[in-house]
């Protein structure tokens, strides 16, 4: 299972059947993600820039896709976005991974990667004798 963070806005209308009629929205939200084969870990609303967020673990991209798309297509939201989350323990391999694939920016050299020139990839440029 792969966990996301989900964060959205409710659009005007949402909202304002949500005050006039509240419902609990946690044990929606959980229906929907298990109907799917999901888990939802957590579901708050929140101050800010997101009207709330949610932590839900999915069988894969294609099915959490699949859900993005019915939970926008609803006309209830303004945005909605996942965001696939990567455990701190899972880091160190990450980093060791990316430490051994080269990769060339467009247009040229990149300095200033300490593992480059350990490692042979993007050498120093050297004078010329």
Aim: hydrophobic letters at 40%; proline letters at 6%.
């Amino acid at each position: 299972m792969v966990k996301y963070l989900a964060l959205f806005n409710f659009g005007s209308d949402a909202i304002r059947r949500f005050v006039a009629s509240p419902s609990d929205r946690t044990a929606v939200v959980k229906e929907l993600v298990e109907s799917v084969e999901g888990r939802l870990e957590c579901y708050y609303w929140m101050f800010g820039q997101y009207d709330g967020m949610a932590v839900i673990e999915m069988p894969d991209a294609h099915t959490t896709a699949a859900l993005s798309l019915a939970i926008l297509s609803s006309g209830a939201f303004t945005s909605f976005e996942t965001h696939e989350l990567i455990a701190a323990s899972d880091l160190i391999s990450i980093a060791k991974r990316a430490r051994g694939i080269a990769y060339q920016p467009p247009g040229g050299w990149q300095a200033n990667r300490p593992s480059d020139t350990s490692r042979g990839v993007n050498p120093v440029p050297r004078r010329p004798r």
